[in-house]
């Protein structure tokens, strides 16, 4: 734990800077240059760069001289003076200045010591850059001290220079995650978690241009179950899947939901896991595998995929089927729900089963894409909740059509009542629980709801993009409370509109650290 040391105000000249301004601390010019103010003459200058090296810090300054005349001065100096700061200098020697006169405010010369908590409360992500790191003089016997400039990079004090004290030094030019203290410390957060989240994202791109809809794939099983010029292996395969979806009528039971969520492909990876056969036989990703290397192999040199095999062929068989799919398409944020609808057109000269390949590629790519936003959203947020993500894609049959049905589940905990459900005396619904659905019915069009569960209420909202849907919706609302209290809910608001849910712009953490890496 890294404590910030709190002896001054905010707005105050920190100690340092008070004392190279009543001592003239020189400035050591790089090059000398000579003609450049006559002595005594004194000129404005800004930082625009800071490095420390060794004991010294070296600055680039911006020299703004009275006759309008622009400078850009490499200099040393034994205190640092972070980036943006406002300078008065005059010239002594041809190759010094000396700092006359500091101005200071929060975002330029002056240090914070202490955090304003009403505007970083406790429990806050802050994310900075180490600029400096010194070493502070100890007496004998006691442990070493460090003493760095940060410059935070997020929050509502971004901008601003940091002065913490640390047991430890820190990396000048490293790049820090922590979160705020009630005591006026910080604890670092591990540099780790951030790396995966980023390399999640990065693919996640990348996986969102080979994805594609699920009706496309199942339509084509379809008809290839009525075409008895197809493999009796293949036609078996794709018979065993269309046969394993859920029927919209069976959803109005919870285990019914509770069985398509654990078959929809987003849990193959943990049943392989923990070894459990019986359920990978009826998973949608398990089914698409196999299919993919029935159709890519000869019948026979057809592969073994039992369960027990699967886990060991999945990874090879996912990237020779993904490998085919590189196609151009508009990139979805990182995150973003629903995924967008994508069909994937035939191509000329192009049999039945490349066909099936391609599509069934498609398909498990689009469900990987929904695992990797899972795991790109979950994680600790500023406020120090740990938020756990589940997103996935359940496809439904409704009459004679294939319904996508994207889920997306979050679990969003207090530390606390981390601690208690790892205790095991944790109420599930005492966390706060988020749901969002987003389907498109015939002849209702494109629908989205966003619920909340917190404490036991329960709160939605709605969104029809077809406005005559969303006065219909509307009208049936009343019912559909009236249904949810006579399941044990507690109600609160529900209400429904047209168009689509609001989608501001999300600034990420992640994304902090890729700017600052640039």
């Not at 168009?499 to 640039?518: I, K, L, Y």
């Amino acid at each position: 734990m890294t404590e910030i040391n709190s002896l001054a105000a905010q707005t105050a000249v920190n100690t340092q800077a008070m004392k190279a301004g009543m001592t003239g601390e020189l400035l050591r010019l790089t090059q000398p240059q000579p003609g450049l103010m006559a002595p005594g003459e004194t000129a404005q200058a800004e930082v625009v760069a800071m490095r420390q090296v060794g004991s010294d810090f070296q600055l680039v300054l911006r020299l703004m001289q009275a006759n309008g005349l622009q400078t850009q001065l490499q200099a040393s100096t034994s205190q640092p003076l972070p980036q943006g700061s406002q300078v008065t200098v005059s010239q002594t020697e041809s190759n010094h200045l000396a700092i006359m006169l500091q101005q200071a405010s929060a975002s330029q010369l002056a240090t914070l010591t202490r955090l304003d908590t009403s505007k970083v409360p406790v429990g806050t992500l802050l994310q900075g850059k180490v600029m400096t790191n010194q070493l502070l003089p100890q007496a004998a016997g006691q442990p070493a001290a460090y003493r760095a400039l940060i410059s935070l990079l997020n929050s509502a004090q971004a901008g601003a220079t940091l002065t913490v004290d640390s047991p430890r030094p820190l990396a000048i030019g490293s790049l820090l995650s922590a979160l705020v203290q009630g005591d006026q410390s910080l604890r670092f957060v591990p540099l780790s978690g951030r790396q995966d989240q980023l390399n999640i994202a990065q693919q996640l791109l990348t996986q969102q241009n080979r994805q594609a809809s699920l009706p496309g794939l199942l339509n084509a099983l379809q008809q290839m179950t009525r075409d008895p010029g197809i493999d009796g292996d293949l036609r078996a395969s794709a018979e065993r899947l269309l046969v394993s979806l859920p029927d919209a009528r069976q959803l109005g039971d919870a285990k019914a939901v509770a069985q398509a969520l654990n078959n929809s492909g987003a849990f193959l990876e943990a049943k392989l896991l923990g070894g459990f056969p019986a359920s990978v036989a009826t998973d949608l990703k398990a089914h698409l595998l196999r299919l993919v290397a029935q159709a890519s192999i000869s019948p026979a040199g057809a592969a073994n995929l039992a369960p027990a095999s699967l886990a060991v062929t999945m990874p090879a068989l996912a990237r020779s089927a993904l490998g085919m799919l590189e196609r151009v398409s508009p990139r979805p944020q990182p995150g973003a729900f629903p995924l967008p609808s994508r069909l994937l057109k035939a191509l000329e000269d192009e049999g039945d089963v490349q066909q099936l390949l391609r599509l069934a590629a498609a398909a498990i790519s689009r469900l990987q894409s929904h695992a990797m936003s899972s795991l790109q959203q979950t994680g600790t947020l500023e406020n120090g909740n740990l938020q756990t993500t589940w997103q996935t894609e359940v496809p439904i049959r409704h009459g004679q059509e294939f319904i996508p049905l994207q889920v997306k589940l979050q679990r969003e905990e207090t530390p606390q009542q981390q601690a208690d459900r790892q205790h095991e005396a944790q109420d599930p619904l005492q966390a706060l629980w988020r749901i969002e659905l987003a389907f498109d019915l015939s002849p209702l069009g494109p629908l989205q709801v966003q619920a909340q569960l917190s404490q036991g209420r329960l709160s939605g909202q709605l969104w029809a993009e077809r406005e005559q849907t969303a006065r219909l919706i509307d009208t049936q609302l009343g019912a559909l409370r009236e249904r949810l209290l006579a399941r044990g809910l507690d109600v609160g608001d529900l209400e429904c509109h047209p168009g689509t849910p609001p989608q501001g712009p999300r600034t990420r953490v992640e994304q902090r650290w890729v700017d600052e890496n640039a």
